[in-house]
């Protein structure tokens, strides 16, 4: 072979060389020398990659020379090894340190993971929903078995409703306690609104009573811990922007009829002089009265780490335009952070500030209502009418008082709003104690102050207001929010029975204050005198936990709180409340660490007492008088006297609740899939109720003391890591909640009597549509049941004599089915791949009923044309279909409106793209929400609190557009 032609073919060949790659086998083990199963074994920076089998094999093709073989599993540390032309690598994985040994908040304190004994849930940052999150609770809905997140309405700045399994109280505050930072919030300013949400680093929620019992006397409905971010200890300058942009519009509308449909019934069904009162136009007023509406987040953080200061400040501003006219909300907040490490870094000090600048731009939210009512055959506007608008008029000329008021012109005449200035700051100290080994101290100063003021202003002449300065009413004050507390935090090695020891004793002083003054009119137009209130309460605490974990094996904790309120009389001003729960952590054991594919199993139990006085008023058991409103003035000659009323002397005592639970905790597979499971039950007595007063009582109504209730239920919480590698991981995880509750006695009438409850609108008075029963859920509908036809139809007036007498009256209403879902679920996906990333959260209920009380008080003739006055009401859809014509009382309770509030709803869908620079990371994102619910129930929206569905403000669907960057 001649050298040309070996120099030829040798160029040929060298990019083959070049390029040739290889094949590797090899085992990977783990540290216990099992096989790990399913763990991936992939070239660095490349999507080549694969997963060892059965026996720890696996088989890579196509590595490059100089490549770096990766080797991850989850719950080991990922490992990393050069590959120099190696046929074969074997390798044995090291323990990652267990999420068990995560340090998680318990109350006043903390402790690992895998020695939590009670039922809690922590969701952090990295798991939140994402968009433009106005309302921190927003940020955990769906997240957490047993905790349902429910949006009061589409009210701009208006916060979710929370509730922690299903709170414990009828009438009280059911509200959750907040703790922000270390401050128990005060339930009359428990504005989380004022947080902002992307500060919130997560949220710890304790769910039973061996959770809770250590806060006592507030502790019933469970407790919410609140830890906004901090910064960081000797880390690099970091500087975020992040900016969000949101078009917003209502999910859905309601079915009302058209101007043509409208004109078509009345031609049809009316007498001549209900045909006159028809106009001529087409109006849509739900149209008139909504609007796309827009809302813009921005945030600009700051934070650097020195050897011993952390620095971190945030600065946000959100204006929300609501989805009804001249409705928003707008605020600035700043949320700081100063951590310094003192006396050889014996000292740690921690100083939290959050303020902000909240304004609520209130619209008349009467005009909803309105807006369904309104005949749409009327024109929207009218010279003749006050300030332009069309209303209907009596014959002396003066707008008819009891006429549905003109929707937009509701809007236009009404200028209100409400302004919030809110401070609270924490300074923690951490001291660990010299010359006594694991002894440290915690104390804990802090204020919450809020300053408030409100207005509202009707237009002179308006639709409403008819004087000539108009109606103008306003409202200022202060609340005030002050803690101090301390604790020892006491660890020990108990090595001579290999044990751990965990004690803790402390005290808390709480102290709230309000003072308001009102401003308002009396029917005239005539400023009367400002009523101003005071009110102040104080709340202490002595408090003492005990923890021993036995060997590894069985963890013992029991809790105790002496508390003392003065909201209540000194014989019943204290109370002693308490928990005791025990975990027995199976995963030590030597069967399940060999069983080969058990990696977490716990079994826990836990009893305690917990209490509630969050009665909403202070001193009920001194003497007291009120003055009298301007309604209610007395005549005397020519002129009104303010008169003053005694009130009614309670002796009220504490809400008591017991709750037992039992739970397992575990994970499969490495944990790759984890998750919980609970079980409880619990028991409140001595239920805060404001009710009927017996005869011979001074007044009709007060707040007593008046039964008791029994809920149950079952939570079950699941997470799967579906794929973990370098480039490509998905979790998803779902929560699923059954619970139910009964009212076992009622005290406050003969021989435990029912008690009506929820009024609702409709022709008459004092309808209420549900019923406080023994043996019955609070939520429980009281009805007629309707009678239908062999098409299916509802028979006109036609119900089911359910006592035999052969008259339809009160007695043959029965309770029918409960606004309360027998289950609730929520379900969450997260999936990345390199710098994609995607989310989404689905929650839903089933088992629950809405009485439908729009179409109840409209889908009946009498409705539309029996008016006192010279006026046609519109109507629903449905009433095409049903056709009723008499609107009697007892249409209004008939089960015919009672519906199925099942529901799926996409609450939010976030994608987004991660740039990677040297100078800056760049996320875009675009997120949807609210974006459908999958229901059968026909109105406008079947998430109701209550199970009772009027005009509320409809919630939105959003569209946001997100950038984020980092420096």
Do not use: C
Not at 184 to 212: G, Q, R, V, W
Not at 796 to 815: L, T
């Amino acid at each position: 072979m001649n050298q040309k032609f070996k120099a030829v073919l040798l160029l040929f060949l060298v990019p083959f060389f070049a390029f040739a790659q290889s094949v590797i086998t090899g085992t990977v083990l783990e540290s216990n020398g099992l096989p790990a199963l399913g763990a991936t074994v992939s070239v660095k920076g490349t999507p080549n990659g694969t997963s060892t089998d059965f026996d720890g094999k696996y088989t890579l093709n196509n590595v490059p020379k100089d490549a770096v073989i990766v080797f991850s599993f989850i719950g080991y540390t990922t490992q990393e090894i050069p590959y120099a032309g190696q046929t074969e690598i074997n390798t044995t994985l090291k323990e990652n340190p267990s999420e068990l040994d995560t340090i998680v908040l318990i109350g006043y304190g903390s402790t690992t993971k895998e020695n939590i004994t009670a039922a809690q849930t922590t969701v952090t940052d990295k798991e939140f929903n994402k968009g433009a999150i106005v309302s921190p609770g927003q940020l955990i809905a769906g997240k957490a078995a047993g905790v349902q997140v429910t949006a009061a309405s589409g009210r701009p700045g208006d916060g979710p409703r929370i509730r922690v399994r299903a709170g414990s109280t009828l009438s009280a505050n059911a509200d959750p306690l907040y703790v922000v930072d270390g401050i128990p919030l005060d339930s009359n300013n428990a504005n989380l609104n004022t947080i902002n949400p992307s500060e919130i680093e997560s949220f710890t929620i304790l769910k039973d009573a061996s959770a809770t019992a250590i806060y006592g006397n507030r502790a019933s409905n469970g407790v919410i811990l609140i830890t906004t971010k901090k910064g960081k200890l000797s880390s690099d300058l970091q500087v975020g922007y992040n900016v969000q942009f949101a078009i917003d519009n209502n999910a859905g509308r309601l079915d009302v009829l058209t101007g043509d449909e409208f004109r078509s019934i009345i031609n049809e069904r009316g007498v001549p002089e209900e045909i006159a009162l028809l106009g001529d136009a087409n109006t849509d007023w739900q149209n008139e009265i909504y609007q796309t509406a827009t809302r813009a987040i921005h945030n600009i953080t700051l934070q650097k780490g020195f050897d011993n200061t952390a620095l971190r400040a945030n600065i946000e501003y959100t204006n929300q335009n609501g989805t009804l006219k001249s409705s928003g909300y707008e605020r600035a907040s700043l949320n700081a952070s100063v951590i310094q490490k003192l006396l050889n870094n014996d000292l740690k000090l921690t100083l939290s500030i959050q303020g902000a600048l909240e304004e609520i731009r209130n619209a008349d939210e009467g005009a909803i209502g309105s807006a369904i009512d309104f005949d749409p055959t009327q024109a929207i506007f009218d010279p003749n009418g006050p300030n332009g608008f069309f209303e209907y008029f009596q014959g002396n000329g003066t707008v008819d008082p009891n006429a549905p008021r003109n929707p937009l012109g509701l809007l236009e005449s009404l200028s209100a709003a409400t302004n919030n200035n809110q401070i609270r700051t924490t300074l923690q100290a951490d001291y660990k104690i010299p010359r006594v080994e694991g002894l440290r101290f915690n104390g804990t100063i802090g204020i919450d102050y809020n300053e408030f003021d409100s207005f509202s202003n009707r237009l002179p002449n308006s639709g409403v207001g008819l004087t000539p300065t108009g109606l103008q009413s306003s409202s200022n004050g202060i609340r005030v929010n002050q803690l101090i507390n301390g604790r020892f935090d006491y660890k020990t090695d108990l090595k001579g029975i290999d044990s751990k020891l965990e004690l803790t004793l402390g005290s808390s002083l709480q102290a709230f204050r309000r003072e308001s003054v009102s401003f308002s009119q009396d029917n005239n137009g005539i400023a009367i005198d400002p009523f101003e209130a005071f009110n102040e309460n104080r709340l202490i605490s002595l408090f003492g936990r005990a923890s021993i974990d036995i060997k590894d094996l069985l963890v013992l904790s029991a809790s105790v709180s002496r508390d003392g309120t003065s909201r209540f009389s000194p014989e019943n001003r204290w109370g002693t409340f308490g928990g005791a729960s025990a975990g027995l952590k199976l995963t030590n054991t030597d069967f399940i660490q060999n069983s080969g594919f058990i990696s977490q199993l716990k079994i826990r139990g836990g009893y305690g007492i917990t209490g509630q006085q969050d009665i909403g008023q202070d001193f009920l058991y001194l003497p007291r008088s009120t003055p009298s409103n301007a309604q209610a003035q007395v005549q005397i000659g020519n002129q009104f006297y303010t008169t003053i009323r005694p009130e009614l002397v309670t002796n009220l005592t504490w809400e008591k609740t017991n709750q037992w639970n039992l739970g397992v905790d575990y994970g499969f597979f490495n944990n790759r899939l984890t998750g919980s499971v609970d079980v409880y039950t619990r028991d409140t007595e001595d239920l805060l109720q404001f009710g009927p007063l017996g005869v011979g009582s001074l007044g009709n109504f007060a707040l007593q003391n008046v039964g008791a209730t029994q809920s149950r239920g079952i939570e079950i919480d699941a997470n799967l890591k579906v794929v973990t590698t370098e480039n490509f991981n998905w979790n998803i995880g779902g929560n699923l909640t059954f619970s139910e509750i009964e009212i076992t006695d009622l005290s406050l009438g003969t021989n435990d009597a029912p008690i009506s409850q929820t009024p609702i609108g409709g022709q008459g008075f004092n309808n209420f549509i549900q019923e406080w029963a023994v043996g019955a859920d609070p939520t429980s509908f009281l009805v007629y049941r309707q009678v239908y036809g062999p098409d299916g139809r509802p028979l006109d007036g036609v119900f089911a004599d359910r006592n035999g007498d052969n008259v339809i009256n009160s007695d043959d209403r029965v309770r029918y089915k409960q606004g309360n879902p027998d289950a609730f679920f929520g379900f969450t996906s997260n999936f990345n791949y390199k710098r994609f990333d995607m989310s989404f959260t689905l929650r839903g209920a089933v088992g629950g009923y809405n009485y439908n009380n729009v179409r109840a008080a409209r889908e009946n003739t009498e409705a539309i044309t029996n008016n006192p006055g010279e006026w046609l009401n519109n109507t629903t859809g449905g009433f095409i279909d049903d056709r009723f014509q008499s609107g009697p009382l007892n249409l209004l309770f008939s089960s015919e409106y009672i519906e199925k509030s099942d529901f799926v709803r996409l609450d939010n869908l976030s994608l987004g793209y991660t740039f990677n620079t040297d100078q800056v990371d760049i996320r875009a994102s675009v997120t949807g929400t609210n974006l459908f619910v999958i229901t059968d129930y026909s109105g406008l929206d079947p998430e109701i609190g209550n199970g009772v569905d009027g005009a509320i403000f409809p919630r939105s669907r959003g569209l946001i557009f997100g950038l984020n960057f980092e420096f």
